[in-house]
């Protein structure tokens, strides 16, 4: 199966500062990565997906890059807020059982 | 649009009873539902795979026996915690995925609110 690793497991920045979170697979065959939102006793709620036939995709102060190559993508959040603050997921797809395998997750603090 | 939703939210029950939990895509069909499962600080764990009209897959190591899957509609998935113990209390989540997005990728899946389940 997929094997998932996110860096870094939890992850403080002052607000306005950039956040980035990397997460490695290693099903060479994944073609969708996902980045999931979770706040505390809540659902994840997307964020920002990408395809493998793009490296990088933005929306506002979100952006994910992807390496397929390495295979690797990463999580970019610019100017944060505290409403940043939750546990963001990577969780890419399997494309041959056609599920998605999460990361451990990163605990994101954004200190005002 | 692509909502779903999960009932209950939350429930509290006695060692040995049996829980059903329901899942529910309220805008789009699903013929594919997942079920997961996620400990307090932990991640993430998919249990099953639900399919309309057929049987669910499972994950290793989760007794099909004890987590009964019923997709009987393509917008309602169920999930039936039998002889429920204390180590099955958890955050159960379901997800959907809307094989006719046409706003989004078809991939995309999009996670109910979750149902807390507590077994004293």
């Known amino acids: 199966g997929e094997n998932v690793e996110q860096h870094p497991s939890t992850l403080s920045v002052q607000e306005g500062d950039s956040a980035v979170i990397k997460c490695t697979y290693s099903?060479?065959?994944?073609?969708?990565f996902p980045w999931y939102k979770q706040e505390l006793g809540k659902r994840p709620q997307l964020i920002i997906d990408?395809?493998?036939?793009?490296g990088e995709k933005k929306d506002q102060r979100i952006a994910v890059t992807l390496n397929k190559t390495a295979k690797h993508f990463s999580l970019h959040i610019t100017e944060t807020q505290p409403e940043d603050s939750a546990v963001y997921f990577c969780?890419?797809?399997?494309?041959?059982?056609?599920?998605?395998?999460f990361g451990g997750g990163t605990r994101l603090m954004v200190k005002p | 649009g692509a909502v779903v939703s999960q009932h209950p939210s939350w429930v509290i029950c006695k060692s040995g009873t049996s829980v059903k939990i329901e899942c529910r895509s309220l805008?789009?069909?699903?013929?594919?539902m997942f079920w997961y499962r996620q400990f307090p600080k932990q991640s993430l764990m998919l249990m099953a795979t639900?399919?309309?009209?057929?049987?669910?897959?499972?994950e290793q190591g989760v007794e099909k026996d004890k987590f009964l899957i019923n997709h009987a509609s393509l917008t309602l998935s169920t999930l039936t915690v039998t002889s429920a113990h204390p180590e099955d209390s958890s955050f159960y989540i379901c997800?959907?995925?809307?094989?006719?997005?046409?706003?989004?990728?078809?991939?995309?899946?999009?996670f109910g609110p979750g149902t807390r389940l507590t077994v004293l």
């Open positions: 990408i395809r493998s036939n793009v």
């Open positions: 639900s399919n309309e009209g057929s049987k669910a897959t499972y």
């Open positions: 805008d789009f069909q699903a013929t594919t």
């Open positions: 997800s959907a995925r809307d094989p006719f997005s046409s706003g989004q990728f078809t991939d995309t899946q999009y």
């Open positions: 099903d060479s065959a994944s073609n969708y």
């Open positions: 969780a890419p797809l399997n494309n041959a059982g056609n599920m998605l395998t």
